[in-house]
């Protein structure tokens, strides 16, 4: 179970990490240049989003392999589509703003404003998806090793450890409650503070 720990908990940072990667790139480029650009990768976005994320999940992992990291990647490039809309929305907003046009006049490069001065105006609302996105990691990777799609044997996480002990419920029942009380822990406890940061960030409720 300790061991199961290290490895699902793995799997929601570094997925996560690969989302915010790929998202904050995709919705930065969109909403600073916005026109064509934009309207190309809202598109993908788009088309991203069309597919149920775990039947897309699943067909990927069948197709490339149970690796644990190709279970991280997939994990993360299926969730980059929510963190490129947040991003982009807040590059819309900013772009056109004091600090921004002061970047401009100054002659810096267009990466140098997108991710030097506009970013770090940004990151609330991605802090805030990414702590949220821990704890949906952390639920996919368990529904897939529950569902024999996850990390091989004898690898452990938490998931494996439930479909291992599926067989055993009727007598040794403790081998089902521990995994599920540890998911069940660590979810609400990333849900719990992705709302404690909601709230922090959100000015109306300050006041």
Not at 41 to 52: A, N, S
Not at 96 to 103: E, N, W
Not at 123 to 138: C, H, R
Not at 156 to 174: C, H, P, R, T
Request: net charge neutral; glycine share 10%.
């Amino acid at each position: 179970l300790i061991w199961g720990t290290q490895i699902s908990m793995s799997v929601g940072f570094i997925a996560v990490g690969i989302a915010v990667f790929f998202g904050v790139i995709m919705g930065a480029t969109a909403g600073f240049y916005g026109g064509k650009v934009d309207m190309v990768i809202l598109r993908v976005i788009e088309i991203m989003l069309c597919f149920p994320s775990l039947i897309l999940i699943l067909t990927l992992v069948a197709y490339l392999g149970r690796s644990i990291w190709i279970i991280m990647l997939v994990i993360g490039i299926i969730g980059s589509p929510d963190v490129a809309r947040l991003v982009r929305g807040e590059y819309m907003k900013l772009r056109d703003s004091d600090f921004a046009t002061a970047a401009r006049a100054t002659g810096l490069s267009d990466l140098r404003i997108m991710f030097r001065h506009i970013l770090p105006n940004a990151t609330a609302p991605i802090l805030v998806n990414a702590t949220f996105g821990i704890a949906g990691a952390i639920l996919t990777e368990t529904a897939l090793s529950f569902l024999g799609l996850g990390v091989r044997p004898p690898t452990a996480s938490w998931g494996e450890i439930l479909n291992q002990s599926k067989m055993y419920v009727d007598f040794a029942w403790w081998l089902v409650l521990f995994p599920g009380a540890a998911i069940f822990i660590t979810v609400t406890a990333f849900n719990l503070v992705g709302e404690g940061f909601r709230d922090a960030m959100d000015p109306k409720l300050r006041q």
